[in-house]
């Protein structure tokens, strides 16, 4: 997890088991910060597999920072990936990017509006 500005937290996942502790890792971060969240940008360029508990925890980890009125940017999915969140139809639910620096581009562009 590293904090690129202020405002934006980038994470870069890897498969299990670690992704699972990496999530839960960044969901505690956000539930337990005082004042505004920062955005994220989770990195899934090293993930090749995601569970429906991975599910989940994107869905939570969605609803905590849109609670908070921050946004969540998915990036660099492989096709594996992306065709679960297509059958799962969470293609329509999460804001993806083809890679870091769109996602940061596009989370920067969402703040100036």
Not at 79 to 88: A, F, K, R
């Given at each position: 997890m590293t904090d690129w500005s202020d405002n934006i937290i980038v994470t870069d996942l890897s498969d299990e088991p670690s992704l699972s502790e990496e999530?839960?890792?960044?969901?505690?971060?956000l539930t337990s910060?005082?004042?505004?969240?920062p955005s994220v940008v989770v990195n899934f360029a090293n993930v090749t597999y995601v569970s429906s508990s991975?599910?989940?925890?994107?869905l939570k980890l969605r609803k905590v920072l849109a609670d908070g009125g921050s946004s969540l940017r998915l990036c660099s999915v492989s096709?594996?990936?992306?065709?679960?969140?297509?059958?799962?139809g969470l293609d329509k639910?999460?804001?993806?990017?083809?890679?870091?620096?769109?996602?940061?581009?596009?989370?920067?562009?969402d703040a100036e509006e």
């Open positions: 999530l839960t890792m960044l969901i505690d971060r910060s005082p004042g505004k969240l991975n599910l989940a925890q994107l096709d594996e990936v992306w065709s679960v969140m297509m059958v799962t639910v999460f804001q993806f990017a083809p890679d870091p620096l769109t996602a940061l581009a596009g989370l920067q562009l």
